[in-house]
């Protein structure tokens, strides 16, 4: 079985919805940190669309979200302790 594939704002909305539940609803995750995660090395595309964008799985959003997350709730004020 094949994993779902996510363009850059599809997985800005699962990783917010993922995040959200951590903070409180405090911090929003928006298509260019998903860029900027894949930028980064954070995140790996797994496929391009039929107009070149990347394409994501669930699963490598999932671990994006959480590498970073202790750094984007530090910056919105939230601790990780």
């Known amino acids: 079985m094949t994993e779902e594939l996510y ?16 903070s409180a609803g405090a ?6 940190t998903i860029r900027s995660w894949a930028h980064r090395g954070h995140l790996h595309a797994a496929g391009i669309d039929e107009t070149g964008r990347a394409l994501y799985t669930r699963t490598g959003i999932a671990l994006a979200e959480r590498a970073t997350r202790a750094r984007a ?3 919105v004020g939230i601790s990780t302790h």
């Open 73 to 75: 709730l530090r910056l």
């Open 27 to 32: 911090a929003a995750v928006t298509a260019t």
């Open 7 to 22: 363009t850059a704002p599809e997985a800005a909305e699962l990783a917010t919805t993922w995040r959200r539940i951590v």
